[in-house]
């Protein structure tokens, strides 16, 4: 024979309900004293929610419907006679140009955009780590020139890393330097960024695929 549930008494469920009650206040009171750069770290799970998949095919699109430019800086496969092992990546920063090397004395070349005067870099380096439609945390320098710069600006087609990224480290430290996409045509074959390397965002989306974290980077 089952036995009958008792309901509890009245003083009994008051209790009950204080104490919920309480834990709930405390949950609360201690999520409040959190900083608000402790609650956004759970940004991260938001944004892994992007549909990488639909941005990409709206880059190919803008890509595609782009203004036109130079076909000199389209991909193309060409003769390569510099010094530098299959596998690395060559940017020519006085033609505008990137060279993925391979073998055989070839090499992909894409047309990039580079740094205008004051900005530009060169040297050796590695490809410390690889993005999609990466986040942009504009530098402490750039931002006191341009005040109105946000923190951190979240991956998408407005963002101005593009669509992929590569970030360069010298002697394991990061130069801030990256090879990133753009949506911009205008700017290909022209001086124009903040010091970072730019292709077209199909072309860095080719590029992305191609290369490993490791690979080594000479810009000249």
């Known amino acids: 024979m089952r036995a009958r549930a008792e309901a509890p008494s009245g003083h009994s469920f008051d209790r009950t ?19 608000a750069a402790s609650l ?20 190919l699109h803008l890509a595609a419907n ?15 006679e510099g010094r530098e092992r299959p596998g690395s990546i060559v940017v020519d920063t006085h033609n505008f140009f990137l060279y993925l090397v391979f073998e055989g004395g070839q ?15 060169s040297g050796r380096a590695d490809v410390a780590r690889k993005a999609v439609w990466p986040n942009w945390y504009p530098p402490a ?14 991956g998408g087609i407005d963002n101005p890393m ?26 290909i074959g022209q001086a124009v960024s903040s010091g970072c390397v730019r292709l077209m965002n199909d072309e860095v989306m080719d590029l992305y695929q191609r290369v490993p974290v490791g690979t080594r980077v000479l810009v000249i």
């Open 162 to 187: 593009g669509a992929r990224a590569l970030y360069l480290h010298q002697n394991g430290r990061d130069t801030l330097y990256r090879i990133h996409g753009t949506s911009e045509a205008a700017s």
């Open 66 to 80: 782009a203004e036109p430019f130079d076909p000199i800086y389209r991909r193309q496969l060409v003769a390569y």
């Open 141 to 154: 320098d750039m931002r006191k020139r341009q005040p109105e710069l946000p923190l951190m600006m979240a």
């Open 107 to 121: 090499a992909l070349r894409y047309g990039c955009g580079i740094g205008r005067e004051g900005f530009s870099w």
């Open 17 to 35: 309900i204080m104490t919920l009650d309480r834990r709930l206040f405390l949950k609360c009171s201690a999520l409040a004293a959190l900083p």
């Open 40 to 59: 956004a770290l759970s940004a991260p799970a938001a944004l892994a929610a992007i549909d990488h998949k639909a941005l990409d095919a709206q880059a």
